[in-house]
């Protein structure tokens, strides 16, 4: 059974900084690109950032560029987002999600972790 | 970027309805176009991906389609599980983009 738990969100102050993490389980996690997508509160989803499965290649939403990273760490099946120079517009539950099999779609969901900037 | 333009924002209808969400991309796009479901408080699930291919598991009363420019989602008939917020979501080009969202409540 696929699963995806997200961890590391929390109250951050405007300009601070948070890693989230996204543990896998039930799949090769090596062979499947991942993404962050967030979503703000009573607001629709958004496509955050992107990572190919062997890490090579990343992609990232204007909002975020140069201030997000994504990476893997494929030996321990766990995806990172770091995020610095948070604004309180970045407050948002963080989804992780899983590339579907043939198709860029996303197939699993974690359950999301809460990320807060605010004085 | 292409933007998603979901329609309506929401709607209200009865248990056994048909309904239909239509989103429509503000650039051609050839494929690449998929559904989810959200519920209040839980992560979106996919329905329909690639336009027209049911996901395992999901009844049978959901369907895509694409029709010129615009794509649809329809439930044949509405059952009280599926009140919830339907994103359209297209993975043709990066930055991805997902429809504002419909919100299909119970009349």
């Known amino acids: 059974e696929v699963q995806l738990l997200e961890s590391g969100g929390g109250l951050v102050q405007p300009g601070g900084s948070l890693r989230l993490s996204c543990a896998a389980s039930g799949f090769t996690f090596s062979s499947f690109a991942m993404t962050w997508v967030r979503q703000a509160p009573g607001k629709g989803l958004e496509w955050v950032s992107t990572i190919t499965g062997g890490g090579g290649s990343t992609f990232y939403a204007d909002s975020v560029e140069g201030r997000f990273t994504i990476s893997r760490d494929n030996s321990k099946s766990t995806l990172y987002l770091e995020m610095s120079s948070l604004r309180a517009e970045d407050t948002a539950v963080y989804y992780c999600?899983?590339?579907?099999?043939?198709?860029?779609?996303?197939?699993?969901w974690g359950q999301g972790t809460l990320v807060t900037v605010s004085t | 970027d292409i933007q998603m333009t979901q329609s309506p924002s929401s709607l209200s209808a009865s248990v056994g309805d048909r309904v239909t969400i239509t989103c429509r991309p503000s650039?051609?796009?050839?494929?690449?176009l998929h559904w989810y479901q959200q519920k209040a408080g839980k992560a979106p699930k996919v329905l329909i991906y690639a336009t027209s291919t049911l996901q395992s598991g999901v009844p049978a009363r959901f369907s895509g389609s694409r029709s010129g420019t615009d794509f649809t989602l329809t439930i044949s008939s509405l059952q009280p599980e599926d009140f919830a917020t339907y994103y359209c979501h297209q993975s043709y080009s990066i930055p991805w983009t997902f429809g504002q969202g419909t919100k299909v409540e119970i009349k």
């Open positions: 999600a899983k590339r579907g099999e043939r198709e860029p779609f996303f197939d699993y």
């Open positions: 650039q051609n796009i050839i494929r690449g």
